[in-house]
């Protein structure tokens, strides 16, 4: 059993930037594939971010490459999102979630484990 835990959501402007942390416990979280996913007001969850167990492997929504970062940090089982030139469309409850599978995907249904979320607001 993975517990996930996100933090770092908040309100800011056009422009700014925002770090999303994911705190996993559970001592096998550094062979899992970890994603970061959005989900907006009436919209379906959306794949943002996917990081290998290693951190050597990354995959991004086409809608955040070169702005979104993922990161991973196994000593301390927490994975991150780096946000930066956020845009008001950014707006969206963040979820991290694990693939113990390491399947890699960009599909929600493949991720076992999931957070409870972190509310994302971008004012314009």
């Known amino acids: 059993q993975v517990q996930l835990v996100e933090s770092g959501g908040g309100l800011v402007k056009t422009g700014g930037s925002l770090r999303l942390s994911c705190a996993a416990s559970?001592?096998?979280?550094?062979?899992?594939?970890m994603g970061w996913f959005r989900q907006a007001p009436g919209k379906e969850r959306q794949f943002v971010a996917a990081?290998?167990?290693?951190?050597?492997?990354?995959n991004y929504a086409d809608s955040v490459k070169g702005r979104f970062t993922i990161s991973r940090d196994n000593a301390k089982n927490t994975v991150y999102l780096q946000m930066n030139n956020l845009k008001p469309e950014d707006t969206a409850v963040y979820y991290c979630a694990a693939d113990p599978a390491r399947r890699f995907s960009e599909h929600a249904d493949l991720y076992d484990y999931w957070g409870q979320g972190t509310q994302v607001t971008v004012s314009s």
């Open positions: 559970g001592r096998t979280f550094s062979i899992y594939t």
């Open positions: 990081i290998s167990w290693s951190g050597g492997t990354t």
